[in-house]
């Protein structure tokens, strides 16, 4: 089996390493040389690697980023969050920023892509109608997750912009089928839904909790619908009429009723119940109460007719009150939850833009973490809320925690505002039972570019993590298609092109290739940070540390392409230990920092044959409520943690 270029490199910069530390013990002796550490050593720190900047037609952020079953990532984003652009009398000095665009106008909507993480290059292809059912049919906002077959449903999208950041959801069904590339129109669902989350149950089915509504800008939708992919219909529930739901439960101290507001953070229990952690990702100018610390649990049952119905139960209270644009993860092999970082009292984006908070009294971004402890952790009956308060050190917006093969959590991207001063370093979270929260915690390796509201991260299938995306702003589009992105927000017209000047203060333009080649060159009159531009469209690729340590990476030479609940099975593995581990890792599917399909579950080894080509013999002991049918990355990883590139495998009844 040759090597990939991601192994050549691991290989080069590990002998290139060797003759430094050499180089160091013969100057500065040995006891010197170890006691300081190589800076930027990638088996300590990782390492970045920064994609081919796409060609002009084919570039974009990734508002929504999903795995694929061949190992392509999707890009997906619709009118991506634009203004227009109109230039008055034809003359570019007068200048006019309309709020929103055009989402009936299809070359609008049409910026979704392919991305291929081993040549790193972006294909752009064709999006749904823009009209469909008589509607818009915008992908921007939409809730989406892999079905058990691996094609893509999304649901909802932008039904159109306000002025002052508003909007309304569509009703619209898409399907994407990852092995044809093609788009199906489902349907309708009853009511709009901008923003929504999607969870997978243990029979394929799909629950759709929230978003805004089709009628009127910024107004909830309470319902939920549960779409079964076998016979494409929905199941509709309102919650408002059902005991002990969000919408019949008053938050503390107050005569204010709680909701269920955008892109919830909701997971699965291994009881079949739905955990509401009060989390979310909301926007500025919807009616939702930011007091409340209550949790939620919901029930489904399924009659002997197949119908189904739903139950609520008021869960226990957390430390804090619900957050905006925290991200949120199941603990690996486990139904914990954490919940990391996020915005206290407000759920507007704008909060602390040029470093201004004024206008937002109690607002702050926070650096905790919350734990939820599962029933079987803490023997209480709904489990119990934990909280560490400065466990990020820096309070963090718009990150995102992706899941890696070791079980350990790379925190990525973000800021410490939701659109401002981002944050460069990785955070890797280490399983500790003797630290803090359960996890030790070390910075990584600086990435290249800044990554706010918007922006995207999931585990690949040679186990590196791909970042995409991020907003400072919002761009702006002319009518024949040219986007700008050096525009910053205006108290008096809304948006307005950048003034900029280098670190020196000498004034200059904005130029694209200036900005990719050095991130911190420009900056805007009164303001000491860099200058960040209202889209990223180049990608990263990261290299977490258990790539560079030391002996032969594992393969996975053979393994079958399907597994079953319950099921033995056996795979042979080149460069095995006899102390090694087997895992299954489910396919991302990330926006708005909260990835709908992530999942890690361990195999368990029964017998290792050791030989040229091991004989790693394993059961799959996982429970469907927790891990859901679908398709699945099979990881191999040896003694000391290094995993193999990973086989595709897909998980069924």
């Known amino acids: 089996m040759g090597f990939s270029l991601s192994d050549k490199k691991a290989k080069i910069i590990s002998v290139f390493l060797v003759f430094v530390l050499a180089l160091g013990i013969a100057i500065c002796g040995l006891e010197n040389a170890i006691a300081a550490p190589l800076k930027g050593n990638p088996e300590i720190m990782g390492m970045w690697e920064t994609l081919p900047m796409p060609p002009p037609e084919n570039r974009m952020q990734s508002v929504h980023t999903i795995v694929l079953p061949n190992g392509k990532v999707l890009m997906v984003n619709g009118s991506s969050f634009r203004s227009l652009l109109v230039k008055e009398n034809g003359e570019d000095q007068f200048t006019q920023f309309t709020e929103g665009v055009d ?34 049919n915008d992908l921007f906002c939409v809730g989406h997750v892999q079905l058990a077959n691996g094609n893509v449903l999304f649901v909802g999208g932008t039904g159109r912009y306000y002025p002052g950041g508003a909007f309304t959801g569509t009703k619209q ?37 929230s978003g805004l509504k089709w009628g009127g800008p910024n107004q909830i939708n309470p319902s939920i619908e549960i779409y079964d992919p076998k016979t494409e219909k929905l199941s509709y529930f309102d919650p408002t009429t059902i005991k002990n739901s969000p919408f019949n439960t008053k938050v503390e101290n107050g005569d204010v009723y709680d909701s ?16 509401l ?41 957390r430390a804090e009150t619900s957050k905006a644009y925290g991200t949120a993860l199941q603990v690996p092999n486990s139904e914990d939850v954490l919940l990391l970082g996020g915005i206290i009292g407000t ?24 734990h939820w402890v599962s029933p079987a952790n803490s023997r209480e009956k709904n489990g119990k809320w934990e909280i560490f308060p400065d466990f990020l050190k820096t309070p963090r917006a718009n990150l995102q925690a992706v899941i890696l093969p070791t079980k350990e959590i790379l925190v990525v991207n973000g800021g410490e505002y939701p659109e401002y001063l981002p944050v460069y370093e990785p955070l890797l979270m280490t399983p500790d039972a003797t630290a803090a929260a359960g996890y030790k915690t070390q910075s990584l390796e600086r990435a290249k570019l800044p990554r706010l509201y918007h922006n995207g991260a999931v585990l690949l299938p040679d186990a590196r993590v791909l970042v995409l ?8 589009r002319e009518k024949d298609g040219t986007v700008h992105v050096n525009v910053i927000g205006d108290q008096t017209s809304f948006f307005k092109f950048a003034k900029l000047h280098d670190q020196s203060g000498k004034p200059e333009e904005f130029d694209l290739n200036t900005f990719y080649q050095d991130p911190q060159h420009y900056f805007v009159e009164n303001d000491k940070e860099p200058f960040v531009p209202a889209e990223i469209w180049q990608g990263e690729i990261f290299s977490p540390p258990y790539l560079f340590k030391s002996g032969p990476r594992p ?18 593995v080149k460069n095995a230990t006899e102390k090694g581990s087997l895992v299954l890792v489910k396919l991302g599917s990330v926006t708005h920092s909260f990835d709908f399909g992530q999942r890690l579950a361990d ?16 059961k799959v002991s996982i429970s469907p409520n927790l891990y859901p049918p679908g398709y699945y990355m099979m990881f191999y990883l040896n003694d000391v943690g290094k995993p193999s590139h990973a086989k595709m495998v897909k998980l069924g009844a």
């Open 173 to 209: 069904l898409n399907l994407y089928d990852w092995k044809t590339g093609e788009w199906k129109d489902l349907g309708e669902m009853k009511e709009g839904r901008w923003y929504p989350s999607l969870i997978s149950l243990n029979d394929g089915k799909v629950v759709i909790l």
């Open 277 to 317: 952690t009060g989390d979310e990702a909301g926007i500025a100018g919807v009616l939702v109460p930011h007091s409340s610390k209550k949790s939620y649990l919901m029930s489904i049952k399924e009659d002997a007719t197949g119908k189904l119905s739903i139950s609520f139960e008021v869960g226990p209270d």
């Open 469 to 476: 995306g991020g907003n400072a702003n919002r761009a702006a």
């Open 347 to 370: 759920n507007s984006i704008a909060f602390g833009r040029g470093g201004n908070t004024s206008g937002f009294p109690g607002a702050k971004v926070v650096a905790s973490l919350q």
């Open 555 to 572: 393969e996975i030479v053979k393994a079958t392409e399907e597994l079953n609940y319950g099921q033995s099975g056996s795979i042979s």
């Open 103 to 136: 989402v009936k106008n299809y070359d609008v909507v049409n910026n979704t892509g392919l991305l291929d993480p081993e040549t790193g290059k972006v294909e752009r292809i064709p999006s749904p109608p823009a009209i469909q059912h008589g509607t818009t």
């Open 603 to 618: 195999l368990a080894v029964e017998k290792v044959t050791l030989g040229d080509e091991s004989a790693i013999d394993f």
């Open 260 to 275: 269920i507001d955008l892109y919830p953070r909701v997971f699965p229990l291994a009881d079949g119940r739905l955990l």
